[in-house]
């Protein structure tokens, strides 16, 4: 199986880039990929910029959601929603002729955040446009206060959520 993996953010030491590195760990049998947002910076989408043509970055992001056969996503949040970084992505790779943006592909999808709400307006915000977008989402968990939950080395640390988190990594491997 292969996965690709990405944050939706693109910080230097973003929390969901750990959340998903973490997730990512659990399909050990797995080629696993961690995609890095910052590898395809690219200018703000526009219908102006799209008369250019498609961005090469567009593309290469694109080719590495569709040589995948499962998708992990811990997406940011900022402002209750998606964060520039991740729907800069989006809005371009919606623009390739004859593709579904997320290929078509199973989604597992999550958000962390520092705060109690742990980033469930983005998944809520994701999980109504994928059927849309060519995601299907088969599980989403939300990890709230970050800084309390999960530590370094260790994963989860709050029993209530890690027990949740696990039952949804073996509810997405037996997918596979």
Do not use: C
């Amino acid at each position: 199986m292969i996965i690709k993996a990405f944050s939706g953010s693109n910080a230097s030491d973003s929390i969901n880039k750990k959340l998903v590195t973490f997730a990512a760990q659990q399909f050990a049998d797995a080629e696993v990929e961690i995609l890095d947002l910052n590898d395809y910076e690219m200018p703000i989408y526009s219908v102006d910029r799209e008369k250019n043509g498609i961005p090469q970055q567009a593309q290469d992001f694109a080719a590495k959601i569709d040589s995948a056969d499962l998708l992990l996503m811990s997406l940011a949040e900022y402002n209750s929603s998606y964060t520039t970084a991740f729907k800069n992505i989006f809005d371009w790779i919606s623009r390739i002729k004859d593709r579904k943006h997320f290929g078509e592909k199973p989604v597992f999808l999550m958000a962390t955040a520092p705060g109690p709400g742990g980033g469930k307006n983005v998944v809520e915000a994701f999980q109504k446009r994928a059927p849309f977008s060519g995601a299907e989402v088969i599980e989403t968990f939300v990890l709230p206060k970050f800084r309390e939950t999960f530590e370094e080395g260790k994963g989860i640390i709050d029993e209530e959520k890690r027990k949740e988190f696990f039952e949804k990594v073996d509810a997405v491997k037996a997918r596979f």
